[in-house]
């Protein structure tokens, strides 16, 4: 089970962490991804990471402005998001599958609930 945490409102410019805490003891064992989803779009990749933390991938949309990173032994995946933008308001999502390089929704298997990220003008 995900349970993802830390959205809000916040002014353009500013920032924000999510985190998504895992329960089971299985959470090293799985690729953790960010996605997020805006009104009447579809569901996109924004960054994933491996296993162990090592190698990290991000949509182009978010590169150099969010981190992703883990902590295993508090089995936790969070988002850090800085510079955000109007653009990126949207329900956030983290998801955990197999494959590191995995960009679409159908290379996860297990989704948390979502937390919206609204970013004011």
């Known amino acids: 089970q995900l349970q993802a945490s830390g959205g809000g409102l916040v002014q353009a410019g500013g920032s924000l962490r999510l985190s998504c805490a895992a329960s089971g003891r299985t959470f090293s064992s799985y690729v953790m991804g960010w996605f997020r989803q805006a009104p009447g779009k579809e569901r996109e990749f924004v960054a994933s990471i491996s296993r162990s933390g090592g190698n990290t991938y991000y949509a182009d949309s978010v590169k150099g402005r969010f981190t992703i990173s883990r902590d295993n032994a508090k089995n936790t995946v969070y988002l850090q998001m800085n510079s955000l933008k109007p653009e990126d308001t949207a329900v956030h999502y983290c998801?955990?599958?197999?494959?590191?390089?995995?960009?679409?929704?159908?290379?996860?298997?297990?989704w948390g609930q979502g937390t919206l990220v609204t970013v004011s003008s």
């Open positions: 998801a955990a599958g197999p494959l590191v390089t995995g960009t679409t929704v159908y290379d996860y298997d297990y």
